[in-house]
């Protein structure tokens, strides 16, 4: 076998690897779709998830258990395990997420989805394609988003509308900037588990969880843009 055929024989690895990522985080993105939509669409589901303060803080504090579990145990799970906490996780975020429905209009959300669909898309080809080096970028987006959850943190008490546009716009460009960081740093981590097929199936099921979280804020910095807009005008 020669250097050019193990070469592609690599690049075609890391190429179905990505595909399952990406078939996995629209899996999600579906899972959580399909879940928002019908508590929104029922008045029963709506009033006893978001209109019950304890459920609400229960359901966000389960998010980030499964959120840091996937995380830091991922290794130690089963890739089973691994994919039911993903699948569990988008379904409660299709809970959380149903709010919009009620607090946004129907065409800002389809206008979100559509933009940061887009910007998702073009940002994530560009950290495939990219021959630079953008773990320097993915640092100070780091610190770009702590800051921005110091600042929104603040704003729940300063309830300052030009702050949260503010901040809406920065998070734009922050989770805009991770997706290409993140799609670069995920095909990057692929050579640590090529050959483990349990390891990558897993790690494919990580890559979904991290690509998914970027794309959620995106377009929930993009519907709050929007939907500030056209109640501003």
């Known amino acids: 076998m020669t250097a050019r055929t193990i070469a592609q024989s690599a690049v075609s690895a890391v190429s179905i690897y990505m595909r399952q ?3 996995w985080m629209t899996a999600g993105l579906a899972i959580t779709a399909v879940t928002a939509f019908a508590v929104a669409s029922s008045p029963d589901l709506q009033m006893a998830i978001l209109g019950n303060m304890v459920i609400m803080i229960a359901l966000i504090v389960a998010q ?26 988008s379904a409660l975020t299709g809970l ?9 209009p129907i065409g800002s959300i389809a206008n979100a989805f559509l933009t940061a669909t887009g910007t998702f898309l073009a940002m994530s080809v560009y950290g ?12 100070f987006l780091m610190m770009g988003l702590f800051g921005i959850i110091i600042a929104s943190i603040v704003n729940i008490f300063l309830a300052s509308s030009m702050m949260d546009f503010v901040i809406s716009c920065i998070g734009v460009l922050i989770f805009t900037g991770l997706t290409a ?3 670069q740093k995920l095909q990057q981590m692929y050579a640590y588990y090529a050959g483990d097929p349990e390891l990558a199936e897993k790690a494919s099921i990580y890559g979904a969880l991290t690509l998914y979280l970027d794309f959620i804020n995106i377009f929930l910095y993009v519907v709050r843009l929007l939907g500030n807009n056209r109640r501003r005008n």
């Open 128 to 139: 495939t394609v990219t021959k630079r080096d953008l773990t320097g970028m993915g640092n």
């Open 96 to 104: 959380t997420l149903s709010s919009i429905f009620v607090v946004y």
């Open 181 to 183: 960081y993140d799609t």
């Open 64 to 89: 980030f258990g499964m959120v840091i579990a996937l995380g830091a145990a991922i290794h130690k799970m089963s890739a089973t395990t691994a994919t039911a906490v993903f699948i569990a996780y």
């Open 21 to 23: 990522v990406y078939m």
